[in-house]
């Protein structure tokens, strides 16, 4: 854990330079408490100088987990606002997550004949409280193929608690599939060109997590 000083002038700079032990990667989560938004020049870099890739920006009053693609990364805070002030966690993990994975809880809009989608953080274990959602739509008169390769869900009665949603216009049976557990589900297929899904993990327990595969396939296909 780092914490920026509680009251700093408006020239402090403050840097933190991480580094984890061979073999694994930086996993940084930030928050900044009071002051305004975006009352910050701050920068979090894919390294150890300021000379490495910019991973973001410091705007915001909390921040989904950022990953370096190394052992090293650095983290640099210049307060404008002195009431704000900077937190940081990190910890070493053994990769980064998927591009494709989850990050938030914005609407993930696929529009591509082909991609990838997974749980938040995957192959990351997803944390407690997240929202993800996909909206898959190809090209008339294309419909959406999904297949899974990996599934592992915390499992509960009927699905209430961690789960993967997909909407009910899907074949087999028409009907909206709330999805669970440590078995991989069979492939969905939609009845038109669009598939909306919905990731939800509760406050306790959590698991592996999910990866599928998305394609754009003929109607005729759905027969073979």
């Not at 700079?13 to 938004?37: A, F, S």
């Not at 990364?73 to 993990?93: H, M, R, T």
Request: hydrophobic share 35%.
């Amino acid at each position: 854990m780092f914490i920026s000083p509680e009251n700093y002038s408006n020239k402090k700079i403050c840097r933190w330079n991480i580094t984890v032990p061979k073999g694994y990667v930086v996993k940084l989560h930030l928050h900044r408490t009071l002051g305004e938004k975006c009352k910050s020049n701050g920068k979090i870099y894919d390294g150890g100088s300021q000379a490495s890739k910019v991973l973001s920006n410091l705007c915001f009053d909390s921040f989904t987990p950022v990953y370096s693609s190394s052992r090293h990364a650095l983290v640099e805070f210049k307060g404008i606002d002195q009431n704000g002030q900077l937190v940081g966690f990190y910890e070493a993990v053994k990769s980064a997550p998927f591009p494709f994975a989850c990050r938030g809880s914005k609407v993930n809009t696929l529009s591509g004949s082909a991609g990838a989608i997974a749980s938040y953080s995957y192959p990351l274990p997803y944390p407690n409280s997240v929202f993800c959602k996909w909206k898959i739509k190809v090209a008339l008169p294309k419909l959406v193929k999904l297949s899974f390769k990996n599934f592992s869900l915390e499992e509960s009665k009927k699905c209430e608690k961690d789960y993967l949603w997909v909407n009910g216009n899907t074949l087999p049976g028409f009907q909206e599939l709330q999805l669970c557990g440590s078995a991989k589900p069979p492939d969905v297929i939609s009845i038109d060109n669009e598939m909306e899904l919905i990731f939800r993990s509760d406050i306790v327990g959590r698991s592996g997590g999910f990866q599928a595969d998305y394609e754009a396939i003929d109607d005729s296909k759905c027969f073979d």
